[in-house]
């Protein structure tokens, strides 16, 4: 079964310098969702999409942006990187059935340096 | 605000033990509450998912159980192997506006040795 895609898997960059993460949704899934997991952290909820509009919001700085495409993939941009950024970046999408289920993707791993 | 706490913090037992992962929210006005698994530095493999609405989930080695009024879920893991030695991670969802957010708690570090 199709699982949520996300790249790059590990990423570097330095402090000051531009990130963007992709999220490729399992195909039918209507919502995707991003979580930070900081180093052990539990995984903290920044944002959500809903047929391509922004349906909630966490803890997300303002120097993050995040945007869903027409093909329902997710793309979280991240400027001005500073150290505490580092971390797991996980996205997960749902199907808006009965269960609201989420299936998370293997994450993307940031590093800033 | 929902808070979610897992005991214990970590856990260490002999191969083929039976144990139980606590977790618990102190709000209980939920949807669902999944358990997952993460191995070190890993994704997040959802284990059981259990509705508002259920009182328990089954799969293989794995029953989980929810008590929504008391604000509490727990993991049955039978016969441990070694292989299950891993984080596990229950979270909780509301919906709000038709939409929803999972609330993790810390985890129980969990290592089974032969």
């Known amino acids: 079964a199709a699982g949520v895609i996300q790249s790059p898997r590990h990423l570097i960059k330095e402090k000051r310098e531009t990130a963007t993460l992709k999220c490729y949704p399992i195909?039918?899934?209507?919502?995707v969702y991003w979580y930070q997991q900081g180093p052990g952290q539990d995984p903290q909820f920044l944002i959500s999409?809903?047929?391509?509009?922004?349906?909630d919001k966490g803890s997300i700085p303002d120097r993050f942006s995040a945007q869903q495409f027409s093909d329902y993939h997710s793309e979280l941009n991240m400027s001005s990187l500073e150290l505490g950024d580092s971390a797991l970046y996980f996205c997960?999408?749902?199907?808006?059935?009965?269960?609201?289920?989420?299936?998370f993707g293997p994450g993307t791993r940031l590093t800033v340096t | 605000k929902q808070e979610v706490t897992q005991i214990p913090a970590a856990l260490s037992v002999p191969e083929g033990e039976n144990l139980v992962l606590n977790c618990s929210f102190t709000?209980?006005?939920?949807?669902?509450l999944q358990w997952f698994r993460q191995d070190p530095g890993k994704g997040l493999t959802s284990l059981l998912l259990?509705?508002?609405?259920?009182r328990e989930q089954t799969s293989g080695r794995l029953n989980a159980s929810l008590d929504k009024s008391s604000g509490r879920s727990t993991l049955y893991i039978a016969a441990s192997q070694p292989g299950d030695s891993a984080t596990y991670l229950c979270?909780?969802?509301?919906?709000?506006?038709?939409?929803?957010?999972?609330?993790f708690g810390a985890g129980t570090r969990l290592a089974v040795h032969p």
């Open positions: 195909p039918r899934h209507d919502t």
């Open positions: 997960a999408s749902s199907f808006q059935d009965s269960s609201y289920e989420q299936y």
């Open positions: 999409f809903y047929e391509k509009m922004q349906s």
């Open positions: 709000d209980s006005a939920i949807y669902n």
């Open positions: 259990i509705q508002s609405s259920q």
């Open positions: 979270a909780v969802s509301r919906i709000s506006g038709g939409y929803n957010k999972l609330i």
